[in-house]
Nanobody, 115 residues
Framework: QVQLVESGGGLVPAGGSLRLSCTAS????????MGWYRQAPGKQRELVAA???????NYADSVKGRFTISRDNTKNTVYLQMNSLTPEDTAVYYC?????????WGQGTQVTVSS
């Protein structure tokens, strides 16, 4: 029933930008805190940004000032605007609950930042 579909990843040079999208179904989206997670090869999955239903936000220190999370409740979509990308941002990016990853993981979207 619950489905999270991420898109927008790609290959980008260092210093570039990408905007990721995650569309959710099977949840009451407007009431859900949503978050973006990433997993780099050989590393644990980490929460990089979260947005509550009242649109308060939190960011990992590593992305603060560079990434912006937003949501459009009319589209059941959460976005991650990523600027000033570095190779250390290379990972598969996933969305899920913004406080706890309560839903099944989607396929993720690959972000690769070249040097």
């Amino acid at each position: 029933q619950v489905q999270l579909v991420e898109s927008g990843g790609g290959l980008v040079p260092a210093g570039g930008s990408l905007r990721l999208s995650c569309t959710a179904s099977g949840i009451i989206f407007s009431l859900a805190a949503m978050g973006w997670y990433r997993q780099a090869p050989g590393k644990q999955r980490e929460l990089v940004a979260a947005i509550s239903r009242d649109r308060s936000t939190n960011y990992a220190d590593s992305v603060k000032g560079r990434f912006t999370i937003s949501r459009d409740n009319t589209k059941n979509t959460v976005y991650l605007q990523m600027n000033s990308l570095t190779p250390e941002d290379t990972a598969v990016y996933y969305c899920n609950g913004g406080r706890v990853a309560t839903w099944p993981w989607g396929q993720g979207t690959q972000v690769t930042v070249s040097s």
